[in-house]
């Protein structure tokens, strides 16, 4: 799944409000901020602080 461009565009990071960017390896939308990577659960971005796996 692709997410378009004006969806990336309005997407932010729910911890920091940081911009997010999307990882098609990982099939989530990544904050190199905070180190926090959302995952994409049938093509719908979760976006839970709950449910962010932290990245190195």
Same mark, same amino acid.
């Given at each position: &799944?692709? %997410?378009? +461009?004006?969806?990336?565009? /309005?997407?932010?990071? *729910? +911890?920091? +409000? @940081? ?8 099939? @989530? %939308? ?6 926090? &990577?959302?995952? /994409?659960?049938?093509? /719908? *971005?979760? &976006?839970? /602080? ?5 990245? +190195?």
């Amino acid at each position: &799944m692709a %997410l378009s +461009k004006e969806l990336l565009e /309005i997407l932010a990071c *729910p +911890k920091c +409000k @940081g911009d997010l960017t999307y990882k098609e390896t990982d099939n @989530g %939308l990544v904050c190199d901020k905070c180190k926090l &990577m959302y995952p /994409i659960k049938d093509d /719908i *971005p979760v &976006m839970l /602080i709950e449910e962010a796996v932290e990245i +190195k």
